[in-house]
């Protein structure tokens, strides 16, 4: 496929995204920019806001099947300025390369999904079903008051998504090789394990909680909670921080807090994997609590009709056919599949992301256009 044209409508709008310095929650304006492209095409726009979260849900026609964009418009802060070969929210193009804080996570996707809209509807002004996006400034934070609130208002109206197409940088070495199906879950616990507090010297008049705890620990890091599946890897479980102590090196602590994490497929519930971790604990007769947080459940899109449609677009723009993977972090996907059983997640290559000097390869701004642009065709076209 050739490269894009040296000043291509989606490389025109990657770089005035990018020029706003839309650290998270901020958009500082990004959403108001893409509303006023796809106002005057015949998108009905509404905005949602929630606390400091700016949120955007836009929508062209009433019939189905429903196509959803979606994606975020916040960024991660840039780190040392001085560590950057040009400003991060001046758009720099070098060496083939579009660089710029969001250039990859995520401001390109979403200019390719404005610019694919566009293309598509002067194509087929008479296309079946109806498109959407779902914008949010809250990907990058919390997630508290994003994507999930605008879900929220869609389930309230009794409004799905029949296709979901996120466009987080799933490429891994090469644009178009990997295309995410779902997400593993992620399940927290704060674990404090309680002892008494002493004098080192005397630990006979205390219980170190550290010394108590280590057994424990070292069981559940060796456990094999489960083997995944066809579709996700095994469940892993991981120490993230331990703290414990005054400070002072003659104190026995009278307690340790120890942070730690799963990452779970299909294949463990939620519940289960709290009562394993519960019985060891148990076991071991410690005196202890935790405080659970479940950031994201598991979803998952089968080899099918979305999988199988948006592959092949990628094979028919780019000439590759993609993995198909649920590897990674979270995303909001997580959110989406409430009200949305086909979702898949592609978009720019991810080496750079959040990192110093983010880039995308210009060649790759187009192709991501004409890769959604040909989703758009097999799904409300062809």
Same mark, same amino acid.
């Given at each position: 496929?050739?490269?894009?044209?040296?000043?291509?409508? +989606?490389?025109?709008?990657?770089?005035?995204?990018?020029?706003?310095?839309?650290?998270?929650?901020?958009? *500082?304006?990004?959403?108001?920019?893409?509303?006023?492209?796809?106002? =005057? %095409?015949?998108?009905?726009?509404?905005?949602?806001?929630?606390?400091?979260? #700016?949120?955007?849900?836009?929508?062209?026609?009433?019939?189905? =099947? &429903?196509?959803?964009?979606?994606?975020?418009?916040?960024?991660?802060?840039?780190?040392?300025?001085?560590?950057?070969? #040009?400003?991060?929210?001046?758009?720099?193009?070098?060496?083939?390369?579009?660089? !710029?804080?969001?250039?990859?996570?995520?401001?390109?996707?979403?200019? *390719?999904?404005?610019?694919?809209?566009?293309?598509?509807?002067?194509?087929? =002004? !008479?296309?079946?079903?109806?498109?959407?996006? &779902?914008?949010?400034?809250?990907?990058?934070?919390?997630?508290?008051?994003?994507?999930?609130?605008?879900?929220?208002?869609?389930?309230?109206?009794?409004?799905?998504?029949?296709?979901?197409? %996120?466009?987080?940088? +799933?490429?891994?070495?090469?644009?178009?090789?990997?295309?995410?199906?779902?997400?593993?879950?992620?399940?927290?616990?704060?674990?404090?394990?309680? !002892?008494?507090?002493?004098?080192?010297?005397?630990?006979?008049?205390?219980?170190?909680?550290?010394?108590?705890?280590?057994?424990?620990?070292?069981?559940?890091? !060796?456990?094999?909670?489960?083997?995944?599946?066809?579709?996700? =890897?095994? +469940?892993?479980?991981?120490?993230?921080?331990?703290?414990?102590?005054?400070?002072?090196?003659?104190?026995?602590?009278?307690?340790?807090?120890?942070?730690?994490?799963?990452?779970?497929?299909?294949?463990?519930?939620?519940?289960?994997?709290?009562?394993?971790?519960?019985? %060891?604990?148990?076991?071991?007769? &410690?005196?202890? #609590?935790? @405080?659970? +947080?479940?950031?994201?459940?598991?979803?998952?899109?089968?080899?099918?009709?979305?999988?199988?449609?948006? #592959?092949?677009?990628?094979?028919?723009?780019?000439?590759?056919?993609?993995?198909?993977?649920?590897?990674?972090?979270?995303?909001?996907?997580?959110?989406?599949?409430?009200?949305? @059983?086909?979702?898949?997640?592609?978009?720019?290559?991810?080496?750079?992301?959040?990192?110093?000097?983010?880039?995308?390869?210009?060649?790759?701004?187009?192709?991501?256009?004409?890769?959604?642009?040909?989703?758009?065709?097999? &799904?409300? %076209?062809?």
């Amino acid at each position: 496929m050739a490269g894009p044209r040296a000043d291509s409508a +989606t490389l025109r709008l990657a770089r005035e995204l990018i020029l706003r310095r839309s650290i998270t929650p901020d958009d *500082a304006g990004c959403q108001e920019l893409l509303a006023a492209r796809l106002d =005057p %095409v015949g998108f009905a726009v509404e905005r949602i806001p929630c606390g400091e979260v #700016s949120n955007l849900w836009v929508r062209r026609g009433r019939g189905a =099947p &429903l196509v959803c964009f979606a994606g975020h418009t916040d960024v991660v802060p840039t780190g040392p300025l001085d560590q950057w070969l #040009s400003d991060p929210f001046v758009p720099t193009e070098r060496d083939g390369a579009l660089y !710029g804080r969001g250039a990859a996570d995520m401001k390109s996707s979403i200019a *390719a999904f404005v610019t694919a809209a566009e293309s598509f509807l002067t194509r087929y =002004p !008479g296309h079946r079903g109806s498109i959407a996006m &779902l914008i949010t400034s809250d990907e990058e934070g919390v997630a508290l008051d994003g994507t999930v609130r605008v879900i929220e208002r869609l389930k309230q109206r009794g409004e799905r998504i029949d296709y979901a197409l %996120v466009g987080e940088p +799933t490429s891994e070495l090469r644009f178009g090789d990997t295309v995410k199906n779902g997400r593993r879950g992620s399940l927290s616990a704060r674990l404090r394990i309680r !002892g008494v507090q002493g004098h080192v010297a005397y630990p006979q008049h205390a219980r170190n909680p550290v010394h108590l705890g280590a057994p424990a620990l070292a069981e559940l890091a !060796g456990i094999e909670w489960d083997r995944g599946n066809e579709y996700f =890897p095994s +469940t892993t479980w991981q120490v993230s921080n331990v703290h414990a102590g005054t400070g002072a090196a003659n104190v026995i602590p009278g307690e340790v807090e120890v942070l730690c994490n799963f990452r779970f497929g299909t294949a463990s519930s939620v519940d289960e994997l709290k009562r394993r971790m519960h019985s %060891v604990l148990d076991r071991h007769g &410690l005196d202890y #609590s935790i @405080d659970w +947080t479940l950031s994201a459940v598991s979803f998952l899109t089968p080899p099918g009709d979305l999988v199988d449609k948006f #592959s092949t677009a990628i094979h028919e723009v780019i000439g590759i056919r993609p993995d198909v993977s649920t590897t990674g972090g979270t995303s909001d996907g997580r959110f989406i599949a409430e009200i949305c @059983d086909q979702i898949v997640e592609f978009g720019p290559v991810n080496a750079s992301i959040h990192k110093l000097n983010e880039h995308i390869r210009i060649d790759d701004i187009d192709a991501l256009h004409a890769v959604y642009l040909r989703a758009l065709e097999k &799904l409300l %076209v062809i």
